[in-house]
């Protein structure tokens, strides 16, 4: 039967090619053979479990082979952002069951909180050891393991028992209830999804990739494991530079690249893309918010050489979903590149308000099903039943009603229009905007604050804006440093705005759209800006 886990994609790589370049972070590089010792001494200090294992790191050689270490021992791995709020990442680890974590030097203050929280013992692993007075500080607690103390092995250990339904990783996206929103996925769907993309992506052992996103993002699997599985090398774009890369995609002789659409917009902005400017790269993917075609066709300017593909997916259905290789003379649809057609892994289908299909061109709500789907949220029973519902006159099995609304053109291509609900895309990450309106309610002790997405309308959301009852008393500032306890930044809303009277729509619910509404005509006022701050 062979092994159909994650991890059995890339172990012929780690044995193969032991010593090709595999993983450069800053001026570290590390080699196929290095990073699978790395990550056989962590498996080693771990050890087969049931719970899946934690990775308190960011981007780091921590991060990479604590992942690799984590699937080597038969486990699943959920990656925690060490920039987020302890109290956050708390709660996610609570519900997760997670009993080991994998801590990266710059996750050691967030331990130490995180530890404080839990009566029960949590095991911490430190690959690259830490300050031995906090290491002591945690270990009256709880067990602390650096995996310098543990015999490693050159060799991966392989775990027959691992099946194709176990949890590869887990990952948390922003929720309506105010909690965020835990999706297991499972081996057999990012088996299938990476199957599906190796075919056509064809990455070569030469080729050196881009890793942009942050590893609770889930195209960071598809750069991680896309690039081990082709033996090719993954390089790790610094924080300083993600959001003008130009340099460091040159620096380092990128031939693929991978990230967010509004990368495009920020480098047009500093005049960086000048024609020519990277003609290393020979494919680049953009995902995560929609693509302009005209930031797409200056990204062509400055790489005449590459390919460039438009990927759409969520993280309920393993990453992508559809796919879409542009070119110069595609039509212009709704002023933003198509989506594409459908994996072959998936099966894509459009139904109306009725739930009944739409049958050859025309618009509705995309939904999705085959061996991608995961199938369940976490913990949560009843939005399980609503988003991952059957139509068994269209598939059988389990399907995902994505909440997007999209059009199906003569040729069969998608084309994104928007969302059916309030949900938005900031820096590529998925935001309920009633998530954050329920952590400025809480944090401020007010009834109510309503979110929406800057600029309205836009193909590309630059910041959020809350607006808040007159009467609140509270400095942007302190609105601001109070929710930063409970949300990530890129959730923070950028500016907050007060109000008389909250807007109605003819249904009698809070009317998002009158609001956006009012901060473009106050921006006309005030020179081009939405609004005053408070």
Same mark, same amino acid.
């Given at each position: 039967m062979g092994d159909l886990s994650l991890l059995g994609l890339v172990r012929s790589t780690f044995v193969d090619c032991r010593d090709r370049p595999c993983l450069e972070i800053g001026d570290t590089r590390l080699t196929y053979g290095e990073v699978a010792q790395i990550a056989g001494a962590i498996a080693a200090a771990l050890g087969p479990a049931p719970e899946l294992v934690g990775i308190l790191a960011a981007r780091s050689r921590s991060a990479y082979s604590g992942i690799l270490g984590a699937l080597a021992c038969g486990r699943g791995f959920m990656p925690l952002n060490p920039t987020w709020p302890a109290r956050r990442l708390i709660d996610?680890?609570? %519900?997760?069951? @997670?009993? *080991?974590?994998?801590?990266? #030097?710059?996750?050691?203050?967030?331990? #130490?909180?995180?530890?404080? #929280?839990?009566? +029960?013992?949590?095991?911490?692993?430190f690959p690259e050891g830490g300050d031995e007075n906090g290491l002591g500080r945690l270990a009256l607690a709880h067990d602390i393991l650096r995996t310098v103390d543990v015999a490693s092995n050159r060799d991966l250990p392989e775990y027959a028992t691992i099946g194709p339904d176990q949890i590869a990783y887990l990952l948390f996206t922003s929720g309506t209830t105010g909690r965020p929103k835990g999706v297991p996925v499972k081996h057999r769907n990012i088996r299938a999804y990476l199957g599906a993309m190796s075919a056509t992506e064809r990455i070569m052992p030469e080729d050196r990739c881009s890793h942009f996103f942050d590893l609770t993002f889930d195209p960071s699997v598809h750069d991680v494991f896309l690039t081990w599985m082709a033996g090719a090398c993954l390089c790790v774009v610094p924080e300083h530079a993600r959001i003008s890369p130009a340099q460091f995609i040159r620096d380092k002789r990128l031939t693929c690249w991978h990230s967010v659409p509004s990368v495009i917009v920020m480098l047009e902005r500093l005049r960086e893309l000048k024609p020519g400017t990277f003609p290393s790269l020979r494919l680049s993917r953009f995902a995560g918010e929609a693509l302009a075609f005209e930031a797409a066709r200056s990204w062509q300017t400055a790489a005449p050489n590459s390919l460039i593909e438009n990927l759409y997916g969520p993280t309920e259905c393993a990453i992508n979903v559809t796919r879409h290789r542009w070119q110069l003379d595609d039509p212009v649809r709704n002023g933003t590149v198509a989506i594409g057609q459908a994996l072959k892994s998936v099966q894509a289908f459009l139904v109306n308000d009725d739930g009944a299909t739409v049958i050859g061109p025309g618009r509705g709500e995309l939904v999705i099903a085959g061996e991608q789907v995961t199938g369940r949220y976490l913990d949560d029973p009843g939005l399980t039943e609503e988003r991952f519902g059957s139509f068994p006159q269209i598939a059988v099995g389990r399907c995902y009603r994505t909440g997007d609304l999209v059009e199906r053109d003569e040729s069969g291509c998608f084309v994104y229009l928007g969302r059916l609900d309030d949900q938005v895309q900031v820096q590529g990450h998925r935001v309920?905007?009633? /998530?954050? *309106? !329920?952590?400025? $309610? /809480?944090?401020?002790?007010?009834?109510?604050?309503?979110?929406?997405?800057?600029?309205?309308?836009?193909? %590309?959301?630059?910041?959020?804006?809350?607006?808040?009852?007159? /009467? $609140?008393?509270?400095?942007? +500032?302190?609105? %601001? %440093?109070?929710?930063?306890?409970?949300?990530? !930044?890129? !959730? @923070?809303? +950028?500016r907050v705005l007060r109000i008389d009277k909250f807007p109605l729509n003819v249904n009698g619910k809070f009317d998002r759209a009158a609001l956006a509404r009012l901060a473009v005509e106050e921006g006309k006022k005030d020179k081009g800006s939405p609004l005053p701050n408070v």
């Open positions: 996610m680890i609570a %519900r997760s069951g @997670v009993r *080991d974590i994998v801590v990266g #030097h710059e996750g050691l203050e967030l331990a #130490h909180q995180i530890a404080a #929280h839990f009566h +029960s013992r949590l095991r911490f692993v309920e905007l009633a /998530e954050v *309106d !329920m952590a400025i $309610c /809480e944090a401020c002790g007010i009834p109510i604050a309503l979110t929406i997405a800057w600029p309205p309308k836009a193909t %590309r959301v630059e910041s959020l804006i809350a607006f808040v009852p007159k /009467e $609140c008393s509270l400095t942007t +500032s302190e609105i %601001r %440093r109070r929710i930063q306890n409970q949300l990530p !930044m890129y !959730m @923070v809303p +950028s």
